[in-house]
């Protein structure tokens, strides 16, 4: 699993925990982006994973699973990740079997043209939140938009809605996807990012649960019930 962000990994260890319980190995880039542009910030992803892959080959690492690279990156992220699957088949590096971008931010045509290198057999999820005011549903359209070469059955776009029904109210804002100290884990991650991300990676690497990770099914949309002691209480 590689994970990409410009932020410390810290701010997503709950989600990272996650992952590594459920038997994947993750790999963790934090990337520049602010001060770069997208020439060079095409490279940082490339050069850190090509630096994984030559050092989770020495002795004494675990060995991944190259053939089964799934990845995900969150805002900016978002972004690289899309584009590193875009990049890696001409840079002879894995070839990631899924993408999941979580409202990646609006990007220039340059850089969404870069994605249309993105092969066809990888399965890509294009997230977004209906509280986000740092990239909005432009950013993830537009990259949603830019995907045009894939099946339509490789691809989906996700909206999570927040939901204010209960105490506290879950609000899917840009920090939907953190899980550090400052943002503990709740079921707009378990049932938004963290379902989404399960399945996907089930659907690219088993064909099972792939009817949770594409094609806007029941499965895909269900968010989880309030328990009844909770409504009875609130009556």
């Known amino acids: 699993m590689g994970f990409t962000q410009g932020v410390g990994p810290e701010e997503y260890q709950g989600w990272i925990d996650h992952l590594v ?9 934090n990337q520049p982006f602010d001060t770069v542009d997208l020439t060079e910030r095409r490279k940082g992803p490339l ?42 088949g001409t840079e002879h590096l894995p070839r990631p079997r899924a993408v999941f971008a979580v409202q990646p931010r609006l990007e220039d045509q340059a850089s969404l043209r870069v994605l249309r290198s993105i092969p066809r057999s990888s399965l890509v999820l294009v997230l977004a939140s209906d509280r986000d005011d740092r990239v909005g549903v432009e950013g993830p359209k537009a990259m949603w938009a830019a995907l045009g070469h894939l099946p339509a059955t490789s691809k989906d776009y996700v909206l999570v809605r927040s939901d204010e029904h209960g105490i506290p109210a879950l609000v899917a804002d840009h920090f939907l996807p953190l899980s550090g100290s400052g943002y503990p884990a709740d079921a707009l991650d378990f049932y ?32 989880g019930r309030w328990s009844r002691l909770l409504a009875r209480r609130r009556r």
């Open 47 to 88: 050069a850190g994973l090509r630096a994984a892959v030559r050092a989770l080959g020495r002795p004494g690492h675990v060995r991944p699973r190259w053939d089964q690279l799934v990845l995900v990156g969150h805002s900016v992220g978002g972004n690289m990740a899309a584009q590193l699957a875009a990049d890696a």
């Open 192 to 223: 938004g990012p963290w379902k989404l991300l399960d399945a996907l990676q089930d659907c690219a690497l088993r064909r099972q649960g792939c009817r949770v990770a594409l094609g806007g099914t029941a499965q895909q949309r269900f968010m």
């Open 21 to 29: 319980g459920r038997g994947s190995i993750v790999v963790f880039q």
